[in-house]
């Protein structure tokens, strides 16, 4: 396989697991609980490790804000011997029992994005691979920490600044946790290239009681979400320990 166009790496350079933040600085925050760090490539909004934790070999990379570029990500790494990706990121609350600091696993992602209508009929769904949603429940039930973990459906939006009254409502009504930009994409190209997929989310805000990230700081996230985005890091590379596991049975 030639070396793919975006990410610049070819079969042989990456892992089995990758693990797909949408922030390029995040790759460096979840490499730090990790050891054997070694940079693989860096280009346009995205950043390529390779690490291991507890023994497990694993593979970081961003993939930049959106459906597009994500498709792109997880297409490549799919084509150079990728067989599990994990989608580490923030999302903003649509249910007002969730808090600022919660995190969240996808059970499912409705396609409010325009990508993953480019590979399939809208009507097929947008679903995480359940041993992959098995492994990071698991390991957030096992995580000694009093921040919830809710578990259900979310949906994935192109339009950050266009997230209206209606829409908010009409995702709240169907009780939909919240609402992030990447995870149908990467679901829906996953499943198609064969690929496991999952997504653990940390909440930067919520839509329906009107807080928003960076809205009342001078930073992106939160204080409550920066820190508890460690959390979602660790417990995304505790699941990669059972998953890894999984592979050599």
């Known amino acids: 396989m030639p070396k793919q166009p975006h990410l610049l790496i070819e079969s042989g350079d990456v892992h089995k697991i990758a693990l797909i933040p949408g922030d390029p600085g995040r790759v460096n925050r979840i490499a730090r609980h990790c050891e054997n760090v070694e940079s693989v490539t860096d280009n346009r909004e995205y ?123 009409a995702w709240q009504e169907a009780n939909l946790l919240a609402v992030e930009m990447e995870a149908a994409t990467v679901f829906t190209v996953a499943r198609r290239q064969g690929l496991s997929a999952g997504a653990i989310c940390t909440v930067d805000g919520n839509l329906v009681t009107g807080t928003q990230k960076g809205a009342d700081s001078e930073t992106e996230l939160p204080m409550k979400a920066q820190n508890n985005v460690e959390r979602a890091i660790e417990i995304t590379l505790e699941a990669v320990v059972n998953i890894d596991k999984s592979y050599q049975k």
């Open 47 to 169: 950043t390529i490790v390779n690490a291991t934790y507890d023994g497990v070999a694993l593979t970081i990379c961003s993939t930049g804000i959106g459906g597009p570029s994500a498709a792109i990500a997880v297409e490549e790494l799919a084509r150079v011997g990728v067989e599990t990706v994990i989608r580490v990121g923030t999302i903003g609350a649509l249910q007002s029992d969730i808090e600022i600091g919660d995190m969240i696993v996808a059970t499912a992602a409705a396609k409010e994005e325009g990508t993953s209508k480019r590979y399939e009929d809208p009507v097929l769904p947008a679903v995480p691979d359940f041993d992959t949603v098995r492994a990071l429940t698991g390991a957030a039930n096992d995580y000694d920490d009093a921040i919830p973990v809710h578990i259900g459906p979310i949906v994935t939006d192109d339009a950050f600044y266009n997230e209206t009254d209606e829409y908010v409502s």
